[in-house]
């Protein structure tokens, strides 16, 4: 069965960083790509970034450009979101998300609160 | 970049009636649509890909439907368990936009 777990969700002020981490199992991590999703408290869905399996291939959403950094550890089977210079509306719940998107893998989101 | 527009914002219905949600993308897209319902402080669960194939355990109640441009969700007969949001998304190609989504009620 495939697990996705995020962690490193919290607390953190405006201008401030943070580092997402999510565990995979129950596939091979390394031969699939893989995609961050947010969704601010009582908003809709917002795709944020992708990376190939290989880290050959990768794209931000505009929102993100310049301030987050998605990698993989292909050995720890893990994805990681960088996000650096947080704003308040990047206040949002984090979900990693298997590639494609028709595998319908989502983890369970990790909170990202941005306040002062 | 692809603009998913997804319509109404809202609705309202009665258990039993039928119910259509539409996505239109700012271009063609083929068939790389899918269809997201989500519940309150759930994950988002797949329930449509490929514009029209209907993930494993989907009630048959639900369906898409369209190519290139314009889709559509149906659920035939609207159950109290169909209340939540739905989502349509393109994963043609980066950036894999959603669509605003559509918040669905009981009358």
Known sequence: ?116 | DIQMTQSPSSLSASVGDKVTITCRASQDIYNHLAWYQQKPGKVPKLLIYGASTLQSGVPSRLSGSGSGTDFTLTITSLQPEDVATYYCQTYYSAPKTFGQGTKVEIK
């Open chain 1, 1 to 116: 069965e495939v697990h996705l777990v995020e962690s490193g969700g919290g607390l953190v002020q405006p201008g401030g960083s943070l580092r997402l981490s999510c565990a995979a199992s129950g596939f091979t991590f390394s031969t699939d790509s893989m995609n961050w999703v947010r969704q601010a408290p009582g908003k809709g869905l917002e795709w944020i970034s992708y990376i190939s399996s290989s880290t050959y291939t990768i794209y931000y959403a505009d929102s993100v450009k310049g301030r987050f950094t998605i990698s993989r550890d292909n050995a720890k089977d893990s994805l990681y979101l960088q996000m650096n210079s947080l704003r308040d509306e990047d206040s949002a719940v984090y979900y990693c998300v298997r590639d494609p998107f028709t595998s319908g893998h989502w983890g369970q989101g990790t909170l990202v609160t941005v306040s002062s």
